[in-house]
């Protein structure tokens, strides 16, 4: 996952409308794809994240160990009123609790006139890698837990009605693509077997002769590729406008 997340945040960078001198924050930073991102852009000083887990807070440390990374949620930002011009959550919103809540923080946390970004994968098949390791899932699970959790705010409309429901304004929605490239259908399986992510983690927890039907149904979705190829992600993203107070 974490190569389609360093494409990404070039593209969520630019959505934002990130430039020199301005202040961001990165809330569900992870290891710090869109961190680094900012800081290539902003500077160390000028950048700010956040997440919950202690694990990936500690590796986003480890690679930038000067940045301000606070450990918290999205729903509780542990900054004042008006600290930030752009808040930015990547992939994140999907796994929130409370959703509303957060937009709501990340709106408080930017000054008025300040923009809040972010982007979840789209749920019309638009993460291939994802999507078709779910319906693989499915077919030899009926208890397979499915992607509607992982694709939450990925249909047409859910992330523009997100943050104007969260008083922003100006807000505009529109499509993020990249892709990745994978030497063979080993490389592409060993990521899952990482544990990462929701599917990783579903993926461990299953015996090992479930692992090879699901493997063997995952790359029947996906063509049963020969050699390299390449999978194609596509992420729905919004931007929008904190009004004056
Ligand atoms: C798919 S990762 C994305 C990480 C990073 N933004 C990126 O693009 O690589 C999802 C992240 O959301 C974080 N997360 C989960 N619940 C959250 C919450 N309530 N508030 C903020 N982040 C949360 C997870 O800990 C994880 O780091």
Do not use: I, K
């Amino acid at each position: 996952m974490g190569r389609y997340s360093v494409a990404l945040a070039p593209l969520l960078a630019d959505l934002a409308g990130v430039s020199a001198g301005q202040r961001a924050l990165d809330v569900g930073c992870g290891t710090g794809a869109l961190t680094r991102e900012l800081v290539a852009r902003l500077g160390t000083d000028r950048v700010a994240g956040c997440d919950p887990s202690p694990a990936q807070l500690a590796a986003c440390r480890a690679a930038l160990p000067d940045v301000d990374l606070r450990e918290a949620p999205a729903e509780t930002l542990p900054w004042d009123d008006d600290t930030v011009d752009l808040a930015l959550a990547q992939l994140v919103l999907h796994f929130v609790s409370d959703a509303e809540r957060a937009v709501r923080e990340m709106s408080r946390v930017v000054v008025p006139g300040g923009r809040v970004a972010a982007c979840v994968w789209d749920y019309e098949g638009g993460m291939e890698m994802l999507r078709a390791f779910w319906d693989a899932a499915e077919s030899v699970d009926p208890d397979a837990p499915g992607e509607l959790g992982t694709m939450r705010f990925g249909r047409p409309g859910q992330l523009t009605a997100l943050l104007s429901g969260a008083g922003l304004t100006h807000v505009a929605e529109e499509h993020l693509t990249v892709t990745s490239g994978y030497a063979d259908t080993d490389e592409l399986w060993s990521t899952f077997l990482l544990g990462v992510g929701p599917a990783g983690a579903y993926l461990v927890a299953q015996p090992e002769d479930r692992r090879a039907t699901l493997r063997a149904a995952y790359l029947d979705r996906l063509g049963s590729p020969q050699g390299s190829f390449t999978l194609r992600a596509v992420a729905r993203a919004a931007v929008g406008t904190v009004p004056a107070a």
